[in-house]
Nanobody
């Protein structure tokens, strides 16, 4: 089970840190990703981190967002800096629930999802 938190209302240029905490299962071995969904749009990939710290980012957030994990706390973080109004969305964390040698970036690769946390960036 995944629990996302940390969303809120901020101004353009501000920062937020989202957290995704896992309970149960063998979280430590699995890639964990962040996705987001804006109103009227499809859910899209944001970032992913492997069990050993390898990362991949969507081009739209590269250089502004940083994904990290603390396996001892079963938590993955998404540090979001220089936020823009177009970052406004519900943010979801998810895990594939199995070991993968590659970094999953497709929506259909993910099996377990947390509830969303809303991020709203005002201009």
């Amino acid at each position: 089970q995944l629990q996302a938190s940390g969303g809120g209302l901020v101004q353009a240029g501000d920062s937020l840190r989202l957290s995704c905490t896992a309970s149960g299962g063998t979280f430590i071995n699995y890639p964990v990703g962040w996705f987001r969904q804006a109103p009227g749009k499809e859910r899209e990939f944001v970032a992913v981190i492997s069990w050993d710290g390898r990362t991949s980012y969507a081009d739209s957030v590269k250089g502004r967002f940083t994904i990290s994990r603390d396996n001892a706390k079963s938590t993955v973080y998404l540090q979001m800096n220089s936020l823009k109004p177009e970052d406004t969305a519900a943010y979801y964390c998810a895990t594939v629930g199995r070991f993968m040698a590659t970094l999953p970036t497709r929506l259909d690769e993910y099996k377990y999802w947390g509830q969303g946390t809303q991020v709203t960036v005002s201009s």
